[in-house]
Each structure stands twice: as C-alpha cells, then as structure tokens.
C-alpha cells in the first residue's frame, strides 16, 4: 500500500479534533496534578513506577524511558518526589548496583486519588475521544 502524499482537509479537520481531545485531557490532568500539590511530570513518574508492566523493574533508566525524558531529567524528578516523601530509593536484591524507586505510603496516596479522578474524567471525556480516533481511522486518504 502507497501512503497518501496529501490529505484532505477532512482528515486535518479529524487530526485536528483528535489532538484538541487530547491536549484538553492533558490540561485537566495537568491541572488535577498541580490540585494535589504535585507538578504533572511528578504525577506521570508516580503513575510509571506503579504502572510498570510485569516483569519490568522500576529503574531510573525505566522510568525515563517510560516518561520518554533522559536519565538526568528523571533524577532531577525522582529527587524532588523523594524531598517530598512521595518515593524512596532502595538498593535491588538481584544486583547490588541497581538502584530501585519505590512509592512510600504518601506517594500511593496521591497517586490513588489522581487516578480515581482521571479515571471518572476519562469516562466522562472517552465518547469525544473516541469520535475523533474513529474519524481519523475512517478517514479515506
């Protein structure tokens, strides 16, 4: 199959409306995080460790894949979640080398409460979501 070398203006119009779902789901995300006293990049970290798919182990070097940041950036989070006692590191069992973040008890609290909320707000915003996805997909480019 050939890609498209245009689109139509429909299909920018889809791509268009695609990304302002988007980018109005991440704004309330943004702002429920700053609500809770967590900046949103903190906020996406807490979700990365807890969310880490299986067989996956919360490395600085994961989490800064996962968050698409280079390793330095995710220090520079991962310090400011441990002065606010929201992580720990811990030294891993396997490799003495390896450091591992952990969520302390503060730190499951605030991201249990951020996720409750974006999981009600992703309900309420999943029918727009969807259209949009469905738009682009049906889209005949």
Known sequence: MTPARDLSLASYRHLAEFRHQIRKFIRYS???????????QQHQLLLAIKGLPAGKLPTIS??????????????ELINRLADHGAVIR????????EVLIRLTPAGERTLRALSLEH?????????QLMKALDSIMKGSD
């Open 30 to 40: 943004e702002d429920a995080a700053r609500a809770h006293g967590t900046e949103p």
């Open 62 to 75: 994961e989490l800064a894949d996962r968050l698409q940041i280079r390793h330095h950036s995710a220090v």
């Open 90 to 97: 811990e030294t891993a069992a396997e490799d003495r080398r």
């Open 119 to 127: 999981r009600n707000e992703l309900r309420k915003a999943a029918p």
